[in-house]
Every structure is written in structure tokens, then in C-alpha cells.
Nanobody, 124 residues
């Protein structure tokens, strides 16, 4: 079983950058897909992007393409969400998650392990 712990959230201004980290403890199998989700005020939790742990291949929701980048450090068992040119609508609690079976899903219920979330607030 994996445990995930996010860090790096905070309050920034529109246009700023911020990097979130997710530390993973426990064994990570090659089938794992890691993802970032977010939940804004009065909104459903939504998929932000994912990375295949073995290959590093990434995918993103349309609204963050070109601004957000997911990467991983296999040696540290960590993965990251680099967010550039942040917008007010990026505000929310960001969660990292892991899917044991590598389904490449954008649906939160397909993910088995979750971090506790970290708040990102973007102001004008």
C-alpha cells in the first residue's frame, strides 16, 4: 500500500509559478499511474494531469496544457506539478493520487491512493 503526501501549496498572484510535490512511500510498481486532481470552491474534483511511472509519459486536461508540467524522480519516489502562468481559476485544493492498475483514467474513483491535499490560491 502506498502513502502520498503533498507539499508546496500557497498563495500566489495571477501569472506566478508554483511547484507542488508528492512524496510516495511504500512500494511503487511499474504499472502505477500517478496523477494530480484539484477541487475548486463549490466544484467537483477534476483531473489535472497524470504521469506513467515507468515511462514518464504525461497527459493533461486541456485548460492546463502548455502551463502545467508533471515530472517524476524515481530515485526519490516523488512526482511534481510545475504550474506556470497561474490563473485565478486554478485556485483549489490539489491532490496527488496513484492508480495501481495503470488505467490512465481521468476519473477520481479509479485511483486507489490519495494525499491529503494542499491549498493553492491564486489572486488577481
Amino acid at each position: 500500500q502506498a502513502q502520498l503526501l503533498e507539499s508546496g501549496g500557497g498563495l500566489v498572484q495571477a501569472g506566478d509559478s508554483l511547484t507542488l510535490s508528492c512524496a510516495v512511500s511504500g512500494r511503487i510498481f511499474e504499472t502505477y499511474v500517478m496523477a494530480w486532481f484539484r477541487q475548486g470552491p463549490r466544484k467537483e474534483r477534476e483531473f489535472v494531469g497524470s504521469i506513467i511511472w515507468s515511462s514518464g509519459r504525461t497527459s493533461y486536461r486541456e485548460s492546463v496544457k502548455g502551463r502545467f508540467t508533471i515530472s517524476r524522480d524515481n530515485a526519490k519516489s516523488e512526482f511534481y506539478l510545475q504550474m506556470n502562468n497561474l490563473k485565478v481559476e486554478d485556485t483549489g485544493v490539489y491532490f496527488c493520487a496513484a492508480d495501481r492498475f495503470g488505467q490512465l483514467s481521468t476519473v477520481s474513483t479509479d485511483y486507489d491512493y490519495w494525499g491529503q491535499g494542499t491549498q493553492v490560491t491564486v489572486s488577481l
